[in-house]
C-alpha cells in the first residue's frame, strides 16, 4: 500500500466490497468495477446477485442523480461503460445459468437519422437496469425494427430521432405494427430531442422518455403491467 487513501478490494468485506462498487461505478472506474466482478465471482456470489445487487445497484443511484441533474451525460456514459466492463463478465455466466432479464429491448435511430448518442446512453441505462438490450444502430427502416423484434422475442421496440424531419418515421413503424396486427405485442417507447408528449400519442406510441433515467422507469412499469395483464388473462 503505496498511500493511505489506496482502497484494496480484495481486502474489503463483501457488504464494504459492493459499496465500494457503487462508488466506482458513479466514477466511471471501469477496471475497479471489473476486479469487483472478478472477487465477487470467486468468493462464489452467484452471477445474477453481481449483476443486480453490485451494478444495477449502483446504475440505479447513477439514473437518479442523472434524472436530478447531478450528473450528466459525459459522468454517466463513463458510468455506463464502467458497467459494460462489468457486463462483459457476466454475459456469458448469465446465459450459463439461464438468470432472468427484467424483458427485451430492441433500439435504434429511425430511417433518415444518424443521431446516436441518446440512443446509446438509453440502451446502456437500460442494460444497467438489467434488460437484454439489441442494438440495431443508426438509420433503421420499419422491417430492421420489426423483424429483429420478432427474431428476439422483444418486449419492447424503442426508437430515438433527432431529427423534425426523422420523427414522422416513428409513426410509419407504428403503423405498420398495426397493419400486420402485432402492435399489440410490443411495447413502443418513443425519444429524441425533438420529441413530446403529445407527439408520442399523437402517433400511437405507449410513451415518450424525456431521458434515459424517465426511459428505464417507464420500461419497467410497463413491463411489470405486460407481464401482469398475462398472468391475469
Not at 461505478?25 to 476486479?35: N, P, S, V
Not at 408520442?200 to 410513451?207: L, R, T
Amino acid at each position: 500500500m503505496s498511500e493511505d487513501d489506496d482502497i484494496i478490494l480484495s481486502e474489503l468485506d463483501d457488504d464494504e466490497l459492493v459499496q465500494q462498487m457503487f462508488d466506482d461505478l458513479y466514477d466511471g472506474l471501469k477496471e475497479e468495477i471489473q476486479e469487483g466482478v472478478n472477487i465477487l465471482l470467486e468468493r462464489g456470489w452467484a452471477p445474477y446477485d453481481v449483476l443486480t445487487k453490485a451494478l444495477v445497484g449502483g446504475m440505479t443511484i447513477v439514473g437518479k442523480d442523472f434524472r436530478d441533474r447531478i450528473l450528466f451525460v459525459p459522468e454517466v456514459l463513463l458510468a455506463a461503460n464502467a458497467m459494460k466492463g462489468g457486463m462483459f463478465i457476466l454475459k456469458p455466466l448469465l446465459a450459463e445459468t439461464g438468470a432472468p432479464t427484467i424483458g427485451k429491448m430492441v433500439i435504434g435511430t429511425v430511417k433518415g437519422d444518424i443521431h446516436d448518442i441518446g440512443k446509446n446512453l438509453v440502451g446502456m441505462m437500460m442494460e444497467g437496469a438489467g434488460f437484454e438490450v439489441v442494438d440495431l444502430g443508426i438509420n433503421n427502416p420499419v422491417d430492421a425494427y420489426l423483424d429483429t423484434a420478432e427474431k428476439e422475442g422483444a418486449d419492447i421496440v424503442g426508437m430515438s430521432a433527432l431529427l423534425t424531419t426523422t420523427m414522422p418515421y416513428m409513426k410509419v413503424v407504428i403503423d405498420t405494427m398495426i397493419e400486420r396486427g402485432i402492435r399489440e405485442n410490443y411495447i413502443v417507447l418513443v425519444g429524441g430531442a425533438p420529441l413530446n408528449e403529445e407527439f408520442g400519442k399523437a402517433i400511437g406510441a405507449d410513451a415518450y422518455c424525456r431521458d434515459a433515467a424517465v426511459a428505464v422507469e417507464t420500461a419497467k412499469e410497463h413491463v411489470l403491467r405486460k407481464h401482469n395483464r398475462a398472468k391475469a388473462g
